[in-house]
């Protein structure tokens, strides 16, 4: 089985948020289950510099994007047994950021040609193209409008994967003639309109096999009004067709027993040495060096997806409470202020650091006693996955992937991996809060809360294994 993953973003080489991850881990996972898969995406300006001295040159031809062609460059690079493919236009990728921009639907609208047209150039042809977010949209669409029914490309299959609904590549309808020599006829049927628009992310659904989203319960949260972003009816006439696939996590990038980033490592029989990342952090960060203290961690975009409202609501009376709040992350305004705010107010309990480090990230995921993630939605979450793994106790609000990856502590039966609340309300948030931290005090309980955690599996393993029932179940 040959599947290609089309993304606008992968690691190595650059990321901007959990899209890298996926598109940069779960090919090697695929790859042990002896599927051939490949990587395309575009070859960007802030491409890792370490990484960019050793792509190597294909070939160039010429794609046309409405009346213009315009070139493009095909870079390779084999990286841990994957090979990947950078797009290369300069007009188009070397700009300081990855989105937005005025003309996102002409350079993504040349990438997703692009991909078509270099198959034919490379001599290469997937079983399956898994089209990842609005970026990749308008493939399946010209796949189907115009590449079907040519020799080579016949009989490929799509797969398009939501990652996030919220964000869906709407643009101007004109683009269809002026971008893709496509006709309006797509328009007027539904096949691309939304809401008057033209929209990537429609196309993408509309047109391909299958979907599949990031989490089982964004899978059914989709099809509803509430968080169907104006897509539930589509997603519902197409439920047989949706697949919740659950993310996962590199257990390899993300171990306390073997990570290099942290202060000491650790397993959950050797728990004394998460507290001595805990020490010596408090440390680092010029925070009353106490071990008794909890420290309850934020490691996120600053938006309102990710909470940041209600945090903002019950951060005074957090921070009163006897315990520090360690935050990383950028974002709006608004929250990177209020963040310096408490700092400033309260130097010794509050650490704000308002960038994005990953050395830190990692050190702050293995020193913390708890994880705060009170997402209005979340497709999936990364964060909440990582923090089990390094025992740091994880409360969230029930939505997307956080339901599913979450389990709450049930004090009649002992189990449960960390704390959640159902209703997006500061309140309720904030009494879950404290719930964990009156648990806290209770070292045997805490302890097992911990361990529990530690010991789930939130690899890529079984969810790659579903990846591959999903591709037979097409082919």
């Known amino acids: 089985m040959k599947v290609l993953f089309v993304a606008s973003e992968a690691e190595p080489f650059i990321k901007t948020g959990g899209l890298a991850d996926v598109v940069g881990t779960l090919p090697k996972y695929l790859k042990k289950l002896d599927i051939e898969v490949r990587v395309v995406i575009p070859k960007y300006k802030n491409i890792k510099p370490e990484l960019i001295g050793r792509l190597n040159f294909i070939k160039y031809f010429y794609v046309p994007v409405g009346w213009r062609n315009k070139y493009c460059g095909i870079f390779e690079y084999e990286y841990e047994g994957i090979i990947y493919y950078l797009i290369d236009n300069e007009y188009y990728f070397l700009r300081n950021k990855l989105y937005g921009y005025y003309d996102d639907a002409e350079r993504f609208g040349f990438f997703d040609r692009a991909v078509l047209n270099m198959l034919y150039q490379i001599n290469y042809k997937p079983d399956i193209i898994h089209c990842n977010d609005w970026h990749t949209g308008m493939i399946p669409v010209l796949y189907k409008t115009e590449y079907a029914s040519d020799q080579f490309y016949g009989g490929i299959k799509f797969v398009f994967s939501i990652h996030n609904l919220l964000f869906q590549g709407n643009f101007d309808r004109d683009i269809l003639g002026e971008l893709f020599n496509l006709d309006k006829s797509l328009y007027y049927n539904g096949s691309v309109e939304l809401n008057g628009a033209v929209s990537f992310m429609k196309g993408g659904i509309n047109y391909s096999e299958k979907i599949s989203t990031v989490s089982c319960s964004y899978a059914s949260e989709i099809q509803t009004p509430v968080y169907g972003e104006n897509l539930d009816g589509l997603l519902r006439s197409r439920s047989n067709d949706v697949w919740g696939i ?27 040495n998460k507290m001595i990342n805990k020490l010596k952090l408090q440390k680092d960060l010029n925070l009353e060096i106490d071990r008794e203290i909890p420290m309850i961690a934020i490691i996120s975009r600053f938006t309102p997806q990710k909470g940041m409202d209600i945090i903002e609501n019950i951060g005074e009376r957090l921070v009163s409470k006897h315990i520090q709040l360690v935050v990383l992350g950028t974002g709006y305004k608004q929250y990177e202020d209020y963040f310096r705010y408490l700092h400033s107010k309260y130097p010794k309990k509050v650490s704000s650091n308002i960038y994005f480090d990953d050395v830190l990230a990692h050190k702050i995921y293995a020193a913390a006693d708890m994880f705060l993630m009170p997402s209005l939605f979340e497709p999936c979450g990364l964060g909440q996955m990582i923090a089990l793994r390094y025992g740091t106790v994880p409360i969230v609000r029930e939505t997307g992937g956080l339901k599913d990856t979450v389990e709450p ?4 039966t002992g189990e449960g991996t960390g704390f959640s609340f159902t209703n997006f309300n500061a309140d309720d948030f904030f009494h879950v809060i404290n719930d964990a931290l009156d648990y806290f005090s209770e070292k045997e309980i805490w302890s097992s809360i911990v361990k529990h955690g530690m010991s789930k599996d939130n690899s890529w393993n079984n969810s790659a294994k579903l990846y591959e029932s999903l591709y037979e179940s097409i082919l």
């Open 246 to 272: 659950l993310n996962g996590i590199d257990y390899n990038t993300y171990s306390p027993e073997k990570d290099s980033m942290i202060f000491r490592n650790y397993n959950q029989n050797n728990l004394r």
């Open 409 to 412: 502590y049930n004090k009649y």
